[in-house]
């Protein structure tokens, strides 16, 4: 590419089934959904992050065509006030990175979904003090018709931001989202007849209505949907802050027809699913609550919806689910973990899925894990999966059949295929 530092990164992504793949990134920092609606969406403005790197995966119909610009404005970059202009198609397979200091804007964003797992940065040490930098207006607007002998000269943020920071930044935004009466702002640097140069926050009044944050699902106990909060942009458009500090993936569901033919059952895992998709789209999903201490035990239904990227779906362990018509939809997890009482050790985050197939009538009881894992264990789940994306993967995600043993007690077996890449 012509500006330095723009490129495209391949993502990690394991085999699902003919066209589908899970998608994991090994972080626990927060991260960020941006729906654009399915009227034509073009921002005609380049944004600046000067504290950001945007790392973007295009989450959308794989026929569309997205146009990129961007700009650099990066003061003393060999490709200062470089422009580049090209095209490309949405794919799990990729993300783009844009470096903090390069503007970028967008045509053809239309029933695209970006997922950001952006890098953030601070001012310098000697800086802060001078610095008329703000985190909450981290992004300077730039006119798409720029002279090119005017093109501003921004000085980017040098220093790596820590977890610290990191938690701070997703405290705000919990705290203060929920509160806005306003979209997002647009924010631009006006030189005045004095001389004087400001940076200012244009705000628009938000039409967001309000929503109660918890949606539950009659029939099974702890089913429900969680609405999360967001900040609109337009009519259509948004983005909702993923905050959890839960591993985050997503699975690519694939655009030829993606149907489960058996209940998952996670013992540990309590899931919880945002789906990014076509909103006149109808999901469905048959739930079967096998948990023996549960007071809705047995409780076997479907629900239909369509997908919504302002809410997840929370299907507590034990609670099994199949869904139907998921193609072109992709489901977003940051999923919370529960050990078992008696040995935590026992426990396998890669085996923990039970398939029961949706033929059979009965409904299994089953002991699902209660006791809440600590921060210690998802930072270990983090560096193991640092350590696994290191080689390219060599099996599909498992199969995981319950059978009986021996002994009459029931087992699990974990059922992988080599994917075409591997070696043998």
Excluded at 36 to 59: A, K, M, N
Excluded at 66 to 77: P, V
Aim: glycine residues 8%; contains cysteine; hydrophobic residues 35%.
């Amino acid at each position: 590419m012509n500006i330095e530092g723009l490129e495209w990164r391949d993502n990690w992504r394991v085999e699902n089934g003919p066209d589908s793949f899970v998608v994991p990134f090994p972080r626990l920092r927060s991260a960020q959904l941006v729906f654009h609606g399915t009227s034509e969406f073009s921002y005609r403005q380049y944004g600046v992050h000067l504290g950001q790197d945007d790392i973007l995966t295009f989450l959308g119909p794989s026929t569309q065509t997205i146009t990129g610009h961007f700009i650099d404005c990066r003061e003393g970059s060999p490709t200062f006030g470089q422009r580049d202009d090209f095209e490309f198609s949405p794919s799990s397979a990729r993300a783009l990175v844009i470096p903090r200091g390069v503007g970028h804007d967008f045509d053809g964003l239309e029933n695209v979904f970006t997922l950001n797992t952006y890098e953030l940065y601070l001012p310098a040490l000697d800086d802060w003090a001078t610095s008329d930098w703000k985190p909450k207006g981290d992004v300077i607007n730039v006119r798409s018709d720029v002279d090119p002998d005017s093109v501003p000269a921004f000085v980017p943020n040098p220093l790596p931001a820590g977890d610290k920071w990191y938690g701070l930044v997703a405290l705000q935004q919990r705290v203060m989202i929920p509160l806005l009466s306003h979209e997002y702002p647009v924010t631009k640097d006006v030189h005045f007849e004095d001389g004087e140069a400001h940076r200012i926050a244009l705000l628009k009044r938000s039409t967001k209505k309000d929503r109660p944050e918890w949606e539950p699902i009659a029939g099974i106990d702890g089913l429900g949907w969680v609405n999360l909060p967001y900040v609109s942009s337009g009519p259509e458009s948004g983005f909702v802050p993923l905050l959890e500090p839960y591993p985050l993936y997503f699975i690519d569901h694939g655009e030829t027809g993606y149907t489960h033919d058996a209940f998952g059952i996670h013992l540990g895992q309590e899931d919880h699913l945002l789906f990014a998709g076509p909103p006149n789209q109808t999901v469905s999903v048959e739930f079967m609550d096998t948990r023996a201490s549960s007071p809705t035990q047995g409780a076997r239904f479907t629900v239909d919806f369509q997908p919504d990227a302002t809410r997840y779906l929370k299907i507590p362990a034990g609670v099994g689910h199949a869904l139907s018509n998921l193609e072109n939809v992709f489901t977003i997890n940051r999923a919370a973990v529960f050990l078992p009482e008696e040995d935590e050790s026992d426990y396998r985050p890669g085996n923990d899925v039970i398939d029961w197939p949706r033929s059979n009538p009965e409904v299994p009881r089953l002991k699902a894990n209660t006791k809440k894992a600590p921060a210690a264990f998802y930072a270990q789940q983090v560096a193991d999966q640092e350590v696994l994306q290191q080689t390219p993967p060599m099996h599909t995600t498992p199969a995981i059949m319950l059978i009986d043993g021996p002994n009459g007690e029931k087992l699990r077996v974990a059922l992988r295929k080599r994917v075409t890449s591997a070696s043998n």
